[in-house]
T-cell receptor, first 113, second 115 residues
Framework: GENVEQHPSTLSVQEGDSAVIKCTYS??????FPWYKQELGKRPQLIID?????GEKKDQRIAVTLNKTAKHFSLHITETQPEDSAVYFC????????????FGTGTKLQVIP | KAGVTQTPRYLIKTRGQQVTLSCSPI?????VSWYQQTPGQGLQFLFE???????NKGNFPGRFSGRQFSNSRSEMNVSTLELGDSALYLC??????????????FGSGTQLSVL
């Protein structure tokens, strides 16, 4: 089955700096890669996603890149703000997998004011 | 539109007991997935239901089971509870139609503590 590895497990950055979280996946059939943000005590929420036919996607301060050959994808947050502090999960799935989404183990991001 | 609702919010049980958790999806969503969240392990897929049928199952023992009703509400049952079952159980709903991957909408979860 699919396996998703996520690094680092914790990340501390100064406010205004950039943060990068990296993930690798094992199943070449995976074609959908969402990222979820979970603030303390709250439910995970989708913040951005990318499909395998796209190499990069941006949404304001957030961007995701995908390297299908290397089976790597990354989340980039620029100009970090204290409200970006949360746990971020990468995930992978494939269109025939009926919503079976494999998540990484999460990255706890702390933005220091 | 109301979000995904999970009940109860907290549960405390003892080893050997069984427990039933409930999830009401967003209106119009027919797919309900269940995940177990533990510190350091992330979210682990339990199973997914669509139109009262289990379409996919994760690598959990048979003590974990679920079902879905005609109104798309879903229940998850864990029998013969073990200490290691202590976790936050999240359900997520999505439209579930078609072959394209869809955004998951999560509930707030049920925090299960097994003593």
């Amino acid at each position: 089955g699919e396996n998703v590895e996520q690094h680092p497990s914790t990340l501390s950055v100064q406010e205004g700096d950039s943060a990068v979280i990296k993930c690798t996946y094992s199943d070449s059939a995976s074609n959908y890669f969402p990222w979820y943000k979970q603030e303390l005590g709250k439910r995970p929420q989708l913040i951005i996603d990318i499909r395998s036919n796209v190499g990069e996607k941006k949404d304001q301060r957030i961007a995701v890149t995908l390297n299908k050959t290397a089976k790597h994808f990354s989340l980039h947050i620029t100009e970090t703000q204290p409200e970006d502090s949360a746990v971020y999960f990468c995930a992978a799935s494939w269109s025939g997998g009926y919503q079976k989404v494999t998540f990484g183990t999460g990255t706890k991001l702390q933005v220091i004011p | 539109k109301a979000g995904v609702t999970q009940t109860p919010r907290y549960l405390i049980k003892t080893r050997g007991q069984q427990v039933t958790l409930s999830c009401s999806p967003i209106s119009g969503h027919r797919s309900v997935s269940w995940y177990q969240q533990t510190p350091g392990q992330g979210l682990q897929f339990l199973f997914e239901y669509f139109s009262e049928t289990q379409r996919n199952k994760g690598n959990f023992p048979g003590r974990f089971s679920g079902r879905q009703f005609s109104n798309s509400r879903s229940e998850m049952n864990v029998s013969t509870l073990e200490l290691g079952d202590s976790a936050l159980y999240l359900c997520a709903s999505s439209l579930g139609t078609g072959s394209t991957n869809e955004k998951l909408f999560f509930g707030s979860g049920t925090q299960l503590s097994v003593l």
